[in-house]
């Protein structure tokens, strides 16, 4: 292929982990290495697809894919994804899967034009930028913090039929990034039946919950190439916030420099006025990391496409992104019989994203 002997080997975290810090960085400024050409992730967990005839599926999804400038377009990243497709099969795992930006055409053309991937689902990614302001929470709305036991049985009781609902959401939940899991429900209304004391389940007519991840504890995001519009707005409302803070206009955080972020997962609704408190749950995150992160920029969820919890979550229009796109091969012959179905199937409303593969 034009660059020698190509080695891809397992990840060794002693020898590699400098290597790769040091790759993701060449790779953002297109400098040349002597180390390291590319990199992959992988990980495999149980979860629920679309099909509810189907029992749970072995998925293994491909993160990470990293190559250094120099060294693009020499096939490198094909070979890498082949080979964690090799360690795929080996582990039993039914469908190989990974997410993208729809307008990222390097990746598209690799994954759907070169490796046998489709087009699955295009959920949308909704971002908020956490301001210098607290929002306030209707005092007629309580919530609270369920304990992990509270959490995990009430993701399994309503969104256990979602796609891509991991069987292992326990650990999700007991994970040191996950800060937490809270519900939001009128005031006045009994908590008792939400948390289900007793193995009974009689819930308020409308409730909504959701958990938080710390992504930033893993890894920081920076703003690279920003368009002239956002640079103008984001030095101009800092400017009205200071000098003409009647205005009431939120600024845009420094997003130029490296920040964490927070990730809500698992948002859920039942009731009338659900939408009221998801909303609620919203404002309280942005809150919380105001408070307790000065790291912390930006709320990041993700929905399904169809999904109308995104009506409900406070977002910028010019921080989301109202397509991702999520990729998907079937890896045992069974399956790829049932590709097509699969894929031509309407998507159910809510969608499961796991943090860890944030």
């Known amino acids: 292929m034009g660059y020698g002997d190509l080695i891809i080997r397992s990840y060794d975290a002693q020898i590699d982990r400098f290597g790769v810090e040091d790759l993701e960085r060449r790779c953002e400024v297109a400098e040349l290495g002597d180390e390291l050409v590319g990199v992959i992730q992988g990980s495999i967990k149980r979860v629920t697809v679309h099909k509810p005839t189907e029992d749970l599926a072995k998925v293994g999804y491909v993160l990470g894919l990293r190559v250094a400038p120099v060294h693009r377009r020499k096939g490198i990243g094909s070979s890498l994804v082949r080979k964690l497709e090799e360690w795929f099969i080996s582990n039993d795992v039914d469908y190989a899967y990974m997410a993208t930006e729809k307008d990222n055409e390097a990746s598209v053309k690799l994954f759907l034009g070169k490796l046998g991937f489709v087009k699955f689902r295009t959920p949308t990614i909704l971002v908020h930028p956490v301001n210098n302001r607290m929002f306030r929470t209707p005092a007629n709305v309580e919530i609270a913090k369920l304990k992990v036991e509270e959490a995990e049985n009430l993701y399994k009781k309503f969104m256990a039929s979602t796609e891509f609902f991991p069987y292992d959401i326990g650990n999700i939940l007991r994970n040191k990034l996950s800060l937490g899991t809270w519900v939001a429900y009128p005031r006045g209304d009994d908590l008792r039946g939400v948390i289900g004391l007793n193995g009974e389940v009689v819930l308020p007519k409308s409730w909504a919950m959701l958990s938080v991840w710390n992504s930033g504890e893993v890894f920081k995001l920076r703003l690279g190439k920003a368009p002239l519009s956002c640079l103008i707005y984001t030095e101009s409302s800092k400017l009205i916030e200071k000098y003409l803070p009647c205005f009431k206009l939120p600024s845009i955080p420094d997003f130029y420099n490296p920040f964490g972020f927070y990730f809500m997962y698992g948002v859920h609704k039942e009731g009338p006025l659900s939408g009221k408190m998801v909303r609620t749950l919203c404002k309280y995150v942005h809150n919380m990391a105001r408070r ?44 790829k019989k049932t590709l097509h179905e699969l894929t031509k199937i309407p998507p159910t409303i809510a969608l499961f994203v796991d943090p860890r593969e944030v």
């Not at 929905?303 to 995104?310: A, E, F, H």
């Not at 921080?319 to 091969?329: G, T, V, Y």
């Open 292 to 335: 307790s992160n000065k790291d912390c920029k930006v709320i990041v969820t993700e929905v399904g496409g169809n999904d109308s919890l995104r009506i409900h979550i406070p977002h910028w229009k010019l921080l989301s992104c109202p397509e991702d796109l999520w990729c998907i091969k079937p890896l045992k012959n069974e399956k």
